[in-house]
């Protein structure tokens, strides 16, 4: 879609619909049938990176994939599914950073919470464990960064908002 007023006009989102028309305009769209899916499971999230390209996390097909606004596929970011740093488990949330780095939440059963990936897919470096301690996280549902690089992540099951730096090292929260 288009959005008026804003450096970004463009707006992506991933949508299950059914055979009734969306309530909105469409400006682009690529999909695929629920029965014949190839990428996508359970998409959660999409943003852009900093080419304008769509990263999407399918949170039951444990993936992060890359693809370009006409939806040309370009590839998965990570590992591939597990537990260790890189590899991707449930994620839940993707964002980037003003650098081009990636952030994305999983629900790995042990570790940490949100991983960093370069624009070129690189894993970086991983934060925020998994539990209730300041700087610990449940279940991050949304994420995204203020104007001065600071990391906003919502954790739903501890009902608080965490806040890291750009680094990824806690600051405070509240909720």
């Not at 006009?9 to 999909?31: G, S």
């Amino acid at each position: 879609g288009i959005v008026e007023g804003v450096a970004n006009r463009k707006l992506f989102a991933t949508v299950l619909i059914d055979d009734d028309k969306p309530l909105y305009e469409m400006v682009y769209e690529f999909a695929e049938p629920v029965k014949d899916a190839r990428y996508f499971t359970n998409p959660h999230s999409v943003t852009l990176d900093k080419e304008g390209n769509l990263i999407i996390a399918d949170y039951y097909g444990n993936r992060v994939l890359r693809f370009t606004p006409k939806g040309k596929y370009l590839g998965d970011l990570g590992s591939g599914i597990g537990n260790e740093p890189g590899q991707i488990y449930l994620p839940r949330v993707v964002t980037t950073d003003n650098k081009g780095n990636i952030y994305v939440s999983d629900q790995k059963p042990f570790g940490e919470r949100i991983q960093v990936f370069s624009h070129d897919g690189k894993f970086l470096r991983a934060f925020a464990k998994k539990g209730t301690k300041p700087g610990e996280m449940l279940r991050c549902h949304g994420m995204d960064f203020d104007s001065d690089g600071r990391l906003y992540s919502i954790d739903v099951d501890a009902m608080r908002v965490n806040i890291y730096t750009h680094d990824g090292e806690y600051i405070k929260s509240w909720g």
